[in-house]
């Protein structure tokens, strides 16, 4: 049986709580002798902050490094609205994505039947919603330099930050999102804004010829990325794969979550290039999200989005393909059956809290 090295950073506010419920699922698939893993754990955020004065140390930098794949919970909150920028808990985040080099992020919007309803869409609109945004995540606005605040000669101050893109990065994102394109409905929409910005004319240059040299069997579209989001919630099913940008991904997945009924459901997987000697690849996991300070500690977090992020690492990292589909049905027979967390409950229904929601999957992937 193969052994696989995951390092567990479950961050601040529900970022713990939810990370309980993916090691109940961790565990089972361990005994249940599909695969075993080693876990380490680990600080992030502002967790880490109070810890060491940084959002991450160079030793769990060298973990992250060393991993199978990491499973990340969520960082930030008020506690530390006042750290050093270099500091600030989602700097953390940040290092990660940058020096594992995990460029292409894939946040699936699945809306599963049973959670139509709990949409703020019509469930005309969004039910059987299957979509993937392909966010671009190691370069543009969130990393160019310079990235500053200046004080003019007149006394005001400038803030700046930049927008940059190379062919290269454009290119490597591309083909994730048509290979990932030609194993679901064949169709990449790519979105820009090459009607104001240079980037944007540089994307859908080096998006159009990828998809002429090596990829002509994909339909393409481009679409402004202001019209995409618009398109989002007036008919989200025209859409497949949606490629971005760093920052139109980072919008444009938090209203694909809402489509799904809650931002509670959604997972995410962030992926390196893959290693030419050994095939594998650099990989951290995460749901999208945030650390819900308001509910924190209360156990009313939705635990799914962390799990079926767990699903994607079973998929991507572990080529265990088959135990993916396993978890993700034992998540969608748990929503059938009726179980849901507060954020997805529609009026009248009780729900149930965040390790009563992680049992039930535990019980569900059981009678399989
Ligand atoms: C996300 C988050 C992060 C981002 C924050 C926490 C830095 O919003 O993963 O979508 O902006 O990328
Ligand atoms: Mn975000």
């Avoid at 567990?8 to 961790?26: F, Q, Y």
Wanted: proline share 4%; glycine share 10%.
């Amino acid at each position: 049986m193969a052994t696989f090295k995951l390092l567990l950073l479950p961050g601040d506010g529900i970022g713990p709580e939810v990370t309980r419920e993916v090691e109940k699922i961790v565990s089972w698939f361990g005994k249940r002798g599909i695969a075993s893993f080693e876990t380490e754990r680990d600080l992030v955020g502002g967790a880490a902050y109070d810890a060491g004065k940084v959002a991450i140390t160079d030793d769990a930098m060298k973990r992250a490094q060393a991993a199978d794949a990491v499973l990340f919970g969520a960082v930030g909150g008020p506690k530390w609205a006042d750290v050093p920028y270099e500091h600030r808990p989602e700097a953390g985040l940040l290092r990660l994505r940058k020096e594992l080099g995990l460029f292409a992020n894939l946040r699936p919007a699945i809306c599963y039947p049973a959670l139509a309803e709990a949409s703020s869409l019509k469930r005309e609109v969004v039910e059987g919603l299957d979509i993937v945004i392909v966010r671009e995540l190691t370069g543009g606005v969130y990393f160019g330099e310079p990235k500053e605040i200046v004080t003019l000669e007149n006394g005001q101050k400038r803030g700046v930050d930049t927008q940059l893109y190379t062919s290269g990065e454009i290119e490597r994102i591309a083909r994730v999102a048509f290979e990932l394109a030609r194993q679901r409905r064949n169709k990449v929409s790519s979105a820009e804004k090459n009607n104001v910005m240079k980037t944007g004319v540089l994307w859908k240059q080096v998006v159009t010829k990828v998809h002429r040299d090596e990829y002509p069997d994909v339909e393409l579209e481009h679409v402004l990325a202001d019209n995409c989001a618009m398109q989002l919630v007036r008919l989200p099913k025209q859409y497949d794969v949606i490629v971005c940008d760093n920052l139109f991904g980072d919008i444009l997945s938090d209203v694909a979550a809402m489509l799904t009924g809650s931002l509670g459901m959604l997972p995410s997987a962030s992926l390196g290039a893959e290693d030419r000697e050994s095939g594998k690849r650099k990989a951290l996991y995460e749901p999208v999200h945030g650390s819900a300070p308001d509910i924190a500690g209360k156990g009313l977090a939705n635990p799914i989005a962390m799990i079926g992020s767990f699903a994607m690492a079973l998929r991507y990292s572990f080529g265990l393909g088959e135990a993916a589909d396993m978890l993700e049905r034992a998540i969608s027979d748990v929503l059938a059956s009726g179980a849901r967390t507060k954020d997805i409950a529609g009026p009248g229904t009780n729900a149930v809290g965040t390790g009563e929601m992680g049992d039930a999957i535990v019980k569900e992937l059981e009678r399989m």
